[in-house]
């Protein structure tokens, strides 16, 4: 079975983690509150998924990452933060071999980032390996002083110089400064190791702000509830939105679309075991919901299976084959259809586990082919 060693100074944290994660019963998780006892682990254990928190005792995240990019380069790696995660302009974010994560999360988002990395793994795309754009953002945050050497699989070495988090200077063959840094921030498949900043490198010739260099920016989400949080998983009822053109800001034709959406809604909450529908955006915001009295948080439902549906339309791309356009899940408690619709969006069914979900596939099926006749 497939091993998660999982880093974090909270101990009783890890342990609901750990408890909550176990019960998918698809991998076995490890647990270490510390840097030291995870290098152990890492030292003596194969390791499928490898995540960490930003701030770990004895030694830091930066540290750890470097032993996984020299001594296990084709393990992907999640990083955990309560600062926000960096969210990049190239979309780099979605699916990356470095995965950042942000608190607090829920258990299914953290299952959802182990299967998008067992799925890398499985499917050869982690040969990749890391990549410096994502690991960046993480020197900005812990407000590094240090000389990175970063060596890639396919350029070569060059050498990044960070004082309290800030880059002043950089170096690579006949580059020097700004376009050195410019150079070494595009490099895949690194690997790379942290030393004491050499006394002589004290010139600033690196203006640009080490996150545009990154092309990323820091960005909190929206605070969860705490009813949201790993440790607490109930949920309250989400409100109504209605059907209606100030829900998205898409140029659709809503006076048709929106006529059609809302028919076939009428439709399936006529179905045995109906749940809630959400029309939900590329980054997981529902723009516009119905429920019944089931008590479901489809804000979190859906912020947490967009990535899960997304990934899987990336798998299907990188495996030449035809575009994955719907995904059931199936829990004891849940049936879950997500299907692609109109502009990046897509729309979520929920309904009871004994219900007729194939009767709600086959009117979906059937309402987005009269759509694509408005």
């Keep these: 079975m497939d091993k998660v060693l999982i880093v974090d100074s909270d101990a009783d944290f890890l342990n609901t983690l750990q408890a909550s994660l176990e019960k998918l019963q698809q991998f076995k998780v490890l647990t270490a509150t510390d840097g030291k006892s995870a290098l152990e682990w890492l030292k003596n254990h194969s390791i499928s998924i490898f995540v960490t928190d930003i701030q770990t005792p004895e030694i830091d995240c930066l540290e750890l990452l470097s032993y996984m990019t020299r001594k296990h380069p084709g393990t992907p790696c999640i990083v955990t933060t309560d600062w926000g995660k960096p969210w990049f302009r190239n979309r780099l974010a979605e699916q990356t071999f470095l995965y950042h994560l ?21 499917e050869g795309l982690n040969r990749q390996g890391m990549t410096m754009a994502s690991l960046l953002p993480l020197i900005d945050l812990q407000q590094k002083t240090c000389r990175m050497q970063i060596t890639s699989a396919d350029t070569g070495k060059g050498y990044l110089y ?12 006949d580059l020097n400064g700004e376009s050195a840094a410019r150079e070494i921030s595009t490099w ?33 989400e929206d605070v969860i509830d705490e009813s949201e949080a790993v440790i607490n998983e109930s949920s309250e009822k989400e409100p109504i939105i209605p059907l209606k053109e100030e829900t998205t800001p898409f140029e659709m034709n809503w006076e048709k679309s929106g006529a059609v959406l809302q028919d076939f809604l009428n439709e399936i909450k006529a179905i045995r075991g109906y749940l809630a529908f959400a029309l939900v955006d590329a980054g997981g915001k529902i723009l516009a919901a119905d429920q019944s009295n089931y008590r479901l948080n489809l804000r979190l439902l859906s912020r947490n299976l967009n990535p899960l549906f997304a990934n899987a339309q990336k ?18 408690t849940c049936t879950i259809i997500m299907q692609s619709f ?6 979520m069914i929920a309904c009871a586990p004994e219900s007729n979900w194939c009767e709600m596939k086959k009117r979906l099926d059937g309402m987005l082919a009269s759509l694509n006749c408005v």
Excluded: C
């Excluded at 109109?342 to 729309?347: G, R, S, T, V």
């Design 315 to 332: 798998t299907s791309a990188w495996l030449n084959v035809e575009k994955i356009e719907a995904m059931t899940i199936h829990s004891p």
């Design 188 to 220: 895949n498949r690194i690997s790379f190791t942290l030393s004491d900043l050499p006394r002589h490198r004290t010139r600033k010739r690196v203006k640009t702000n080490l996150m545009e260099i990154a092309d990323a920016y820091w960005r909190k």
């Design 162 to 173: 960070f004082d309290k988090g800030v880059l002043f200077d950089a170096h690579y063959n």
């Design 342 to 347: 109109q502009m990046n969006l897509f729309i």
């Design 102 to 122: 942000e608190k607090p999360f829920s258990v299914s988002a953290m299952a959802a980032a182990i299967f998008v990395g067992l799925n890398l793994r499985d």
